[in-house]
């Protein structure tokens, strides 16, 4: 199977490990992925905020790359990416003021056809019955709190991805390997986004709470597709544990990461020395795994 | 639409968010949902009742505006399907526009840093907009803890990837921004 790959800006820097464990993930299920030549920035948390018209032009650019290449699809693993190309492609196609003030800037005509698939809906098109396949290592003391954050799900009315209020995608993908999903409250709470740095205090806050709440639920872990969730929950994990004693540390791992485990796949090469709150002792202590050096 | 004469501030408002503020009738599901309402001076809905009463001025300078993390609770939970989060959008856009200053400039430097590395670059270079956004608060201090292990984990470039069309890029800044980053 080939997908089109648009990896985003943090996939290349503070989240490498989505996109290595994502490679390694793929390679057992035989997918390829042809990365999009000489993509730019989505323009992420930012351009919308100081350019309505910059938030749609970037990613339309992106979009225009991939179509010169013959792709049918495009597969952002980053949820702020893979909103970024979906707003810009609804707007591109229903406003067609829009679409003229872009095909200006961009001095090019811009027609519509490329699928934009996030993580989730990649390992759905792929077959979760081809995932279970490959499935080589038992998971089942693995408990794990599904957090999809904002942008995975809103706006439903562009996105139309799961349910809005309350989506079971990623649960069903964790179950699929074993992994046990827990019931919880704050799978599409925001953790404050991009005022990790103008506000950091905030997304401490908004976090500590996220991270309560699968604790409270007996999760032993947390599985997020979202470099800024797991920038916010692991990274800023850090300070909220200096902060306050009492608070429990939880790891954080990337959908990907929980595939890869279940695959067989080494820590290493899976990224799991990467993260901020070591994931290795509660994965020690919960997965027979023989492998277990980093 | 009836408008006669439209402020250009509701203008650009119905142009950003194709929606029209005074359908909002002040349920304040919006504010009951919103994460971050607890931190914010005056609560979302409240950003709507002063554009329906023409207190724009007192909608701009708020720091509820920019302390919006585009969530996008506040628009998927509208029983008018207004889309708050993107007025929210509409109004920073304006306010820069305007060259108003907002109160913590903390949030308008941050989003400035960072465009400034896509402008230049094609992509985002994090440690040069963390770099940027420290020299432009003079927090340089923040994080710095944060600072070894990020390093060590090579989670972040020391050198900037610089896309082969950025000519293109920044003709895209160029055309679609009326106050340049800065």
């Known amino acids: ?294 | 639409m009836h408008h006669t004469t439209l402020n250009p501030i509701v203008q650009k408002i119905i142009d950003v968010t194709s929606q029209d503020t005074s359908l909002c009738y002040q349920c304040g599901k919006c504010s009951a949902g919103c994460p971050l309402r607890d931190f914010m001076e005056i609560p979302p809905n409240r950003i709507v009742r002063y554009l329906q009463l023409g207190l724009y001025d007192l909608a701009l300078t708020s720091s509820t505006i920019w302390l919006c993390a585009g969530c996008q609770t506040c628009s998927s939970r509208c029983p008018k399907n207004f889309e708050i989060a993107k007025l929210m959008d509409a109004l920073r856009e304006i306010s820069v526009e305007e060259g108003i200053q907002p109160k913590d400039k903390k949030v308008l430097k941050f989003h400035n840093a960072f465009l400034k590395q896509i402008k230049k670059y094609g992509r985002s270079f994090e440690l040069g907009m963390v770099g940027d956004y420290k020299l432009s608060t003079g927090n340089l201090f923040q994080d710095l803890g944060l600072a070894p292990e990020t390093l060590m984990k090579r989670k972040m470039g020391f050198r900037p990837h610089k896309i082969v069309g950025i000519e293109k890029i920044q003709k895209i800044f160029d055309k679609s921004m009326k106050r340049d980053t800065k």
């Not at chain 1, 693995?142 to 799961?162: S, T, W």
């Open chain 1, 1 to 294: 199977m080939n997908f089109g790959y648009y990896p985003g800006c943090s996939l290349q820097g503070t989240a490498k490990e989505f996109d290595l464990s994502l490679k390694e993930v793929l390679k057992v299920l035989d997918v390829n992925l042809n990365e999009i030549n000489d993509w730019c920035c989505c323009g992420a948390s930012s351009a919308h905020v100081m350019s309505h018209i910059l938030s749609v032009a970037l990613p339309a650019r992106n979009l225009l790359l991939a179509k010169h290449r013959g792709m049918q699809n495009v597969v952002a693993p980053c949820a702020a990416c893979y909103n970024r190309l979906k707003v810009s492609q609804h707007e591109l196609k229903f406003d067609e003021k829009m679409r003229m003030k872009v095909e200006e800037i961009l001095e090019e005509k811009i027609s519509n056809g490329v699928e934009i698939l996030n993580l989730i809906g990649l390992f759905q098109k792929i077959g979760l019955g081809k995932i279970k396949t490959a499935i080589k290592i038992n998971l089942k003391e693995i408990k794990a709190a599904c957090y999809y954050g904002c942008l995975l799900v809103r706006p439903h009315d562009i996105l139309k991805f799961d349910d809005p209020e309350n989506p079971s995608s990623m649960e069903e993908i964790v179950s699929i390997i074993g992994a046990k999903p827990i019931e919880w409250n704050y799978k599409i709470e925001c953790c404050g986004a991009s005022h990790s740095i103008d506000n950091t205090e905030i997304v401490e806050q908004l976090s500590k709470n996220i991270l309560n709440d699968a604790i409270k639920h007996d999760a032993n872990v947390i599985v997020v597709a979202c470099p800024m969730c797991h920038s916010n929950l692991d990274m800023r994990q850090k300070n909220i544990l200096k902060k306050y004693p009492q608070q429990k540390a939880i790891p954080i791992l990337y959908l990907t990461q929980l595939l890869g485990l279940s695959m067989g796949l080494n820590y290493k090469d899976l990224g799991l020395h990467l993260h901020y709150i070591n994931p290795v002792p509660m994965l020690e202590e919960k997965v027979k795994v023989e492998e277990v050096t980093i």
